[in-house]
């Protein structure tokens, strides 16, 4: 298991990635992917906080986990201005700081790309959901068009130099399912920020349940 995350030149340039990507459609996204969302809920890998100002005021308490320090004393910030109220805690998706079966939610917002360990970031997210708990996820993926898939997978390594250890083709709605969970809804869509697509354009919204396979585990 990573003990550290350290992309210090990607930790510096992601918030102006975030607001170029904002400014041309994102936002619609992450209100998407946060509609209705109540609770208790932990975000995992929250970056700067983008999400923070979208959360519902049905949440009671937004969890916010974050390894990065740059990252990590931006989303401190964003959370003095959310409407919901937030902790930000320093932490791995692979090994949340975070009580078993304690959350009403998980947010997985841009972040199954990065995590070294996808299988054990979601074993993670389900072992800190509520039984009747959702995930939601926010993800760009690997393309359903082969010849967009085949590009992506021969500009992953110099990508994930660049882009602070992101894979381009990973995918992760297959990952969803095979760490066994429910998807329950889940929108494919192509995001073009300037008109036209590039390689992180192909990307996944939606919402997922534990499966009875997963509570059982839990339960045994
Ligand atoms: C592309 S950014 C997305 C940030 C934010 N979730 C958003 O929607 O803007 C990827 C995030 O994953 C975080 N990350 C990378 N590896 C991680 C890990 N092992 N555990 C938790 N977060 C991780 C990074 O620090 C970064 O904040």
New binding site residues.
């Given amino acids: 298991m ?1 003990r550290t ?1 350290s ?1 210090p030149l ?2 510096r340039l ?1 918030p102006r990635i ?1 607001a170029f990507a904002e400014a041309h459609g994102s936002l619609d996204h ?1 209100r998407e992917l946060l509609e209705g969302i109540r609770g208790r809920v932990v ?9 923070f100002r979208h959360y519902p005021e049905h949440v009671e308490q937004l969890i916010a ?4 320090p740059r ?1 990590r004393a931006l989303a401190e910030r964003a959370a003095g201005d959310a409407p919901v109220p937030v902790e930000v805690q320093t ?4 090994a949340l700081p975070v009580a078993d079966g304690c959350a009403d939610a998980v947010v ?4 199954l ?5 996808v299988a054990a ?1 979601l074993a993670e997210a389900a072992r800190v959901l509520k039984p009747n708990g959702e995930m939601r996820f ?1 993800e760009h993926t690997v393309s359903p068009r082969p010849r967009h898939a085949r590009l992506q997978r021969m500009l992953d390594p110099v990508w994930r130099r660049l ?4 894979h381009l083709a990973r995918d992760s709605e297959r990952a969803i399912l095979d760490a066994g969970f429910a998807i329950e809804r889940v929108r494919r869509f192509d995001f073009r920020p300037n008109g036209r697509r590039n390689p992180s354009s192909p990307m996944i919204i939606g919402e997922a349940r534990p499966s009875r396979a997963i509570l059982e585990r839990a339960e045994a």
């Fill in positions: 990573p995350v992309h990607f930790a992601y975030n992450r975000e995992v890998g929250a970056g700067a906080g983008a999400n986990v974050e390894p990065k990252l932490g791995l998706a692979e997985l917002s841009l972040v790309c990065t995590v070294p360990d970031t926010y882009g602070g250890g992101c």
